[in-house]
């Protein structure tokens, strides 16, 4: 059973910087892709930033682009996402996945286990 643990969420006033890590534990960590996704109040879940398995290319959504980055420690098995120039449109529920692929990465469908999710509030 694979299981994956996010922390690092909390309130941060806008233009200011979170780290959210993800600690993964029961599969080979280094031959899975590592994505992180969100979900801002009331909206769906959307796709933020994903890690390739091999090769660690990266992938991230447009809103995000240039502030944000995904990291992996494939010594630790934790996935990483540095949040910069945090805006209030950030504020989301924030959940790791994971997928033994490394295709498609920026659909809920692509991954098959997922994280219980960290709350980032950002204030203006």
């Known amino acids: 059973q694979v299981q994956l643990v996010e922390s690092g969420g909390g309130l941060v006033q806008a233009g200011g910087s979170l780290r959210l890590s993800c600690a993964a534990s029961?599969?080979?960590?280094?031959?899975?892709?590592m994505g992180w996704f969100r979900r801002p109040p009331g909206k769906e879940r959307e796709f933020v930033a994903a890690?390739?398995?091999?090769?660690?290319?990266?992938i991230y959504a447009d809103s995000v682009k240039g502030r944000f980055a995904i990291s992996r420690d494939n010594a630790k098995n934790t996935v990483y996402l540095q949040m910069n120039r945090l805006k209030p449109e950030d504020t989301a529920v924030y959940y790791c996945?994971?997928?033994?692929?490394?295709?498609?990465?920026?659909?809920?469908?692509?991954?098959?286990?997922w994280g219980q999710g960290t709350q980032v509030t950002v204030s203006s």
């Open positions: 029961g599969r080979s960590f280094s031959s899975s892709s």
């Open positions: 890690v390739r398995r091999s090769g660690g290319d990266t």
């Open positions: 996945a994971t997928t033994p692929y490394g295709i498609r990465l920026t659909r809920d469908s692509d991954y098959n286990y």
